[in-house]
């Protein structure tokens, strides 16, 4: 999938208020990083921040911290077990000869037995050996020893084996030494992509971590390359390889690495606005190496790492130096706290909000011949003068004011809310009597009319929507995937845009919605983001509204339908699946073809598609006890995508494509006061005007005119 082009990024200039390199644009934002003073040098080896976009789209102060190595105290991840997985195939024998296989195996023991912690070493070729735990650097050359290179390489039973054996463990941290000659290559990428890379959410964050570390001179980089590239769609560094076992940089690396998710320093880390901060600068935070987001003034991020990135999402009345703060426990259970300090973008004022100087320009000050006014004169003038401060000083109060209104916008927005104005101007509708407001409604004249016959009255047009970023997806050369963070993306932005019309409902007082109308945008002038809107009329009943509204997309007729069936609509679901395509050798043979032949990956990936589309709507319509859903429309749509990596695939030559399923329906379930049986209706045709149109009655009190 071709990577998104590149575009000017913002770098903000010490002096220079909101300005981009070479002038281009506006914008906060920083292209590089910039070191901040170290608040505890004996704990911190380096700390720098950068103003960013959160993964959220708001502005944030992303600080990473780099602790010291040498510092006693260190520890493991308590949600990780470290597994090592070592290729002994015959490919192997020169690495294995020459040491290699050893040193890095010894390295990677000796920076965790720091930390209080093994690993359990696994042996695979064509078989699987488990040497078991490695408590010190005897048992490692034992292992090794004892264990020399030979038959083939098959190392997705390896990584089931291990799965297999710590399937009780929160999560696994799993390093693979390997040249990366797999003979089940295939197995490989469709392991990690569809079943590993799945377990990792928001969640249960440290589910699973694999790092391909290449041994020998003969690493098949490019297939290495390709699994960490297929195993980032998440947006999270699931997979990582390194390359060159035998080189002590790559020992570094690998060290590295580890810091980021298994070796820390602390747990129970909470960050961000705590202890009396100030609590109304920081709007959020988030965990930029796990994708964990925690909306208000801090957020309890847990387990603290050797390498901590996390971004501060700020409000636009924040001060010139936003304080942060880091509280912690260390291994022996005493609590560490410091503050970075980081420099903040500068605010410009408003115009209008420059104080004056004060009694007039100092051409007043002075007594010239010419410039001599009379006593009524001077105090005109200082009236208006007064009147300009007043005036001045107002604007201020009006700006500062807007400011605030902005940031608290923004927290609701950030928490799936609305803004202030809007939930006003709905209040407002609400506590007014139907009959006396005008409303809005997308239903037609029979639907209204029909609604109201059952005691319902339409109060107005409730909307939502959300424009969301999409961040860099991945997708394989070697075979069909889902691309998730595409999927989760339109998940996520329904997610949100018909959360906020449920907040309108509930602001005006309705009962429910109906006649949802949702449509989704992937604009050309912005291809990385999804707009997705939805918009419904609200309707109130009879009796108070219920604490948790109803929505659905079906007619005021349908409703009307099941009403007297005796269902209720319980809420509106959907799901959306995004399946990449690859086109492959045999594709283009088969368009040559002068037979017919079904394209079979294609069938399967349609299914597989429409499955977990549907898999997310039903476990939406569980949420709600549903007893089913009606009205389900399933869409299609097919969009032509290229893919770039490194070294040369002929992959990169071909079109292939994203099918994108979206599907999307009314959960019913049946209501307390359901009749036992259903009235029978009886369909009338009317041809008074010459038209012939069905009008349904109840068989009771039908006519005939």
Known sequence: MDSWYNRWEPIYLEGIDNMRLFGIGNGPYMSFSRGLSNPRP??????????VPSVRGLPAAQINL????????????????????????GSMQETFNEGHVHNVALAIHNYAVVAGSGYDLIFYDDRIS??????????VQNAVSANPPRGGTYVSAAIRHVIKKYKQRAGLYLIVITDGEFADKNEVLALVTNELVPQVKPETPYAFRIHFVGAGEGVDEAFLKQIEAAASGQGVPLVTSHHHAHLSHSHTSILDEMDKAFIGVGVNLQAGAINGGDEHAITGVVDTITRRSWTGSSGAVGFLPRNSTLAFEYSPTHPA?????????????????????VPMPKQQAPAAGAQPMKGGSIFSKLHLPWGHHSPEEDAARAAEQQRRDALAQLAVQIHEAE???????????????????AIERLKEIGES??????????????????????????????????????????????????????????????????????????????????????????HEWAEKTVEVQVMG????????PPKDPWMCDLS?????????????????VWGHCTWFLLTTQQDEWNERSYQNVEIVHWSAGLSTARHHAMRHLLEQAKAFHATGVCGVRIDRKLDEVHLSGPGEDPAYEREHHNLVISIIGTAIRIRPNAPLAVKPTINILSLRDGRISPVALVAQDATVE
């Not at 911190?44 to 103003?51: L, M």
Request: hydrophobic residues 35%; aromatic residues 8%.
């Open 403 to 421: 400011l605030k209104r902005q940031a608290a916008d923004m927290r609701s927005l950030a928490q799936g809310g609305i803004p202030q104005q």
């Open 42 to 51: 004996d704990l911190i080896a380096g700390i720098h921040y950068q103003i």
């Open 433 to 522: 009597d139907a009959d006396e407001v005008i409303f809005t409604s997308n239903l037609s004249p029979e639907e209204t009319a029909l609604l109201r016959r059952e005691g319902y009255q339409s109060r107005g047009i409730v909307t939502g929507s959300a424009v969301y970023h999409v961040g860099q997806a991945y997708a394989s050369t070697q075979g069909d995937c889902e691309v998730q963070v595409l999927s989760e993306a339109y998940n996520e932005a329904c997610r949100l845009a018909v959360g906020r019309m449920r907040e309108e409902l509930r602001h005006i007082g309705g009962h429910g919605v109906v006649g949802v109308r949702l449509s989704m945008v992937r």
């Open 556 to 572: 005021g007729q349908e409703w009307w339908a099941l009403h007297r069936a005796g269902y209720e609509p319980a809420a509106l």
């Open 537 to 544: 009329t609200a309707v109130e009943g009879p009796g108070a």
């Open 66 to 89: 780099r602790f010291r190595r040498d510092i006693s105290g260190s520890l493991t991840n308590p949600d990780m077990t470290l597994a090592v997985l070592l290729d002994r195939s």
């Open 321 to 341: 130096v936003l304080p942060v703060t880091y509280q912690f426990q260390d291994t022996g259970g005493a609590t560490h706290q410091f503050i970075a300090s």
């Open 130 to 139: 488990d040497a078991g735990h490695m408590r010190t650097n005897y048992d």
